[in-house]
């Protein structure tokens, strides 16, 4: 069974940039058909799909987030890491990393297979 784990600061200052790590075990992130998402949920509000990187190291990015996002792996150590620039208290979510198998974009948790359990990230002074 495939599992992902996030890590990266729970805090984070206005302005700075959020890095967060996703690590896979029991299933490799260059396995052919895979992507691999960043997901986040802020307070009251539904599922936002990120963007992703997928086996080939191909990314995607929301257009709305994309000025923003740079997605990257390492494959020697099977992580794929989230940079998001210039954050805001908006940017206030719980992220999540997790795979889906072919198609990207998806704001339904059906869309993935396997989740990360998630990780609190707050934009503040």
């Known amino acids: 069974q495939v599992q992902l784990q996030e890590s990266g600061p729970g805090l984070v200052k206005p302005s700075q940039t959020l890095s967060l790590t996703c690590t896979v075990s029991?299933?490799?992130?260059?396995?052919?058909?895979?992507?691999w998402n960043w997901v986040r949920q802020s307070p009251g509000k539904g599922l936002e799909w990120m963007g992703a990187?997928?086996?080939?190291?191909?990314?995607y990015y929301s257009p709305s987030l994309k000025s923003r996002t740079s997605i990257s792996r390492d494959t020697s150590k099977n992580q794929f890491t989230l940079q998001l620039s210039s954050v805001t208290p908006e940017d206030t979510a719980v992220y999540y990393c997790?795979?889906?198998?072919?198609?990207?974009?998806?704001?339904?948790?059906?869309?993935?297979?396997?989740w990360g359990q998630g990780t609190q990230v707050t934009v503040s002074l």
């Open positions: 990187i997928d086996y080939s190291g191909s990314t």
């Open positions: 997790a795979r889906s198998s072919g198609t990207v974009g998806g704001v339904r948790p059906y869309e993935y297979d396997y």
């Open positions: 029991d299933g490799s992130i260059t396995t052919s058909y895979y992507y």
